[in-house]
Antibody, heavy 118, light 110 residues
């Protein structure tokens, strides 16, 4: 069955960097666009970024543009997001999700928590 | 901030019907399909409705969706206690070049 497992979360100081990973199994990663979606504690869902099946197209939310970079390694069945210049407002559970460029997100990981705090 | 507006909460008795609205604009709902997600407490979201009104395999047909103009709605009929969750609409936004989520609606079964 389709499985997405995020990792790499933790506590990081403001201004520092963190890279999250999403390991995919049960399907051919190279056939799908992939997304990152986040959820701040007690808040709603916020779309973060998407990458096309081959990595040629990438789109970002304005809130992370210029600071976050989405990437993928289809040979390793893994999706990434490099998060630089982290801010307190980036504190959230980060989910990876499978879907077309414009959605829908038909499979989700369980999420990994990122806390940005000094 | 969310560009799709939903009511913060709705509540109804078991076996009744509730409707959740999702209001957007011409750049998102007015021009692109709407998807709905259910998030049970402490869990990851789950796709509930896609392309406005289609049900993924395994989703109960008590759930239904529709879209008209710049608004969409999700209906839950025969409300059950297991339906207590947060519900989010989402759509691609042509102006933002990204997906946008609704503000979310908490459904409570009285």
């Amino acid at each position: 069955q389709v499985q997405l497992v995020e990792s790499g979360g933790g506590v990081v100081q403001p201004g520092r960097s963190l890279r999250l990973s999403c390991a995919a199994s049960g399907f051919t990663l190279s056939s799908y666009a992939m997304h990152w979606v986040r959820q701040a504690p007690g808040k709603g869902l916020e779309w973060v970024a998407v990458i096309s099946f081959d990595g040629s197209k990438k789109y970002y939310a304005d809130s992370v543009k210029g600071r976050f970079t989405i990437s993928r390694d289809n040979s390793k069945n893994t999706l990434y997001v490099q998060m630089n210049s982290l801010r307190a407002e980036d504190t959230a559970v980060y989910f990876c999700a499978r879907g077309g460029i414009q959605g829908p997100f038909d499979s989700w990981g369980q999420g990994t928590l990122v806390i940005v705090s000094s | 901030q969310s560009v799709l507006t939903q009511p913060p909460s709705v509540s109804e008795a078991p076996r009744q019907r509730v409707t959740i609205s999702c209001s957007g604009s011409s750049s998102n709902i007015g021009n692109n399909a709407v998807n709905w997600y259910q998030q049970l407490p402490g869990k990851a979201p789950k796709l509930l409705i896609y392309y406005d009104d289609l049900l993924p395999s395994g989703v109960s047909d008590r759930f239904s969706g529709s879209r008209s103009g710049t608004s969409a709605s999700l209906a839950i009929s025969g409300l059950q206690s297991e339906d207590e969750a947060d519900y989010y609409c989402a759509a691609w936004d042509d102006s933002l070049n990204g997906d946008v989520f609704g503000t979310g609606t908490k459904v409570t079964v009285l």
